[in-house]
């Protein structure tokens, strides 16, 4: 069957970092997505949240929410699941940062807008976590340094047989023009930086830049991935922004 796009997923990696220090990155996450539903919500929420599951059985686990509130400050919530009866939060969120289910579950979880059937994020069975990229990072005060932040996330051919053929990785769409990236000079690697301020060794030759790259080798065969590595520059003084980053893999297939 021919690679669609929703062979296309794109995963996190072992270390992603919510603070400067601890080894960034390394190898491929499959219970942590990227991607959420709707990065509208995400970042333009406020209002509370509620969680189902399409699996009666799934009872047992808790989905904890992490977010800001309208002062900016990171809250969180955690909601028991009851299977496929609708639980409701009672805290407003301005925005959410991630969401992270407590154990293995048999349904797709969906966190919806309180009081609405509007799906924000969709955790389907297999995945524990769902977060944005560059978690809680901030710019430095007027007249000081300009940081740079790296973190490290997988795009993966989830396709059984057939590989992406001529696969470029491109930036689709970066409104602040914040973010470069990197591709890992080989594909189902697990290469580290030492923290999320240090830059990552081991990348292909053109390095951070917002240009399209190659995929080492050419195609991304079934169920292999690539590292890709973005660069997230704060200059000093620069104010606080809710926007989207949004990678693009393109190739052919047979």
């Known amino acids: ?23 960034q990155g390394g190898a491929i996450d499959l219970t942590t997505k990227i991607v959420p539903t709707s990065s509208t919500l995400m970042n333009t929420l406020n209002d509370t949240v509620d969680v189902v599951s399409t ?30 009866t609708l639980v409701s939060g009672g805290t407003t969120f301005e925005r959410l940062l991630k969401i992270v289910v407590s154990g293995a579950h048999a349904g797709t979880i969906n966190v919806r807008q309180g009081g609405e059937v509007t799906v924000i994020a969709a955790l389907e069975t297999g995945i524990l976590q769902l977060r944005r990229k560059h978690y809680n990072v901030a710019a430095d005060v007027a007249g000081g340094s300009e940081r740079n932040y790296y973190e490290k996330s ?23 023009s914040q973010i470069t990236f990197a591709l890992e000079d080989a594909v189902d690697d697990n290469g580290t930086s030492a923290d999320r301020v240090s830059a990552p ?54």
Do not use: C, H
Request: proline share 5%; no cysteine; net charge negative.
């Open 154 to 176: 997988f795009i993966k051919n989830n396709n059984g047989t057939n590989a992406l053929l001529g696969a470029v990785v491109t930036e689709n769409a970066d409104p602040e």
């Open 55 to 84: 699996d009666a059985g799934d009872t047992t686990q808790t989905v904890t929410i992490t977010g800001r509130n309208a002062a900016g400050s990171i809250i969180t919530e955690a909601l028991a699941l009851n299977g496929i």
């Open 201 to 254: 060794a081991g990348i292909t030759g053109d390095g951070f830049s917002s240009s399209a790259k190659n995929v080492p080798g050419t195609d991304l065969g079934p169920g292999v991935a690539i590292g890709l590595w973005t660069k997230l520059t704060l200059p000093a003084g620069d104010p606080a922004t809710k926007t989207t980053y949004t990678p693009r893999i393109a190739g052919s297939t047979t």
């Open 1 to 23: 069957m021919s690679v669609v796009d929703t062979d296309l997923v794109e995963y996190g990696s072992a270390n992603m970092q919510e603070t400067d220090s601890g080894a």
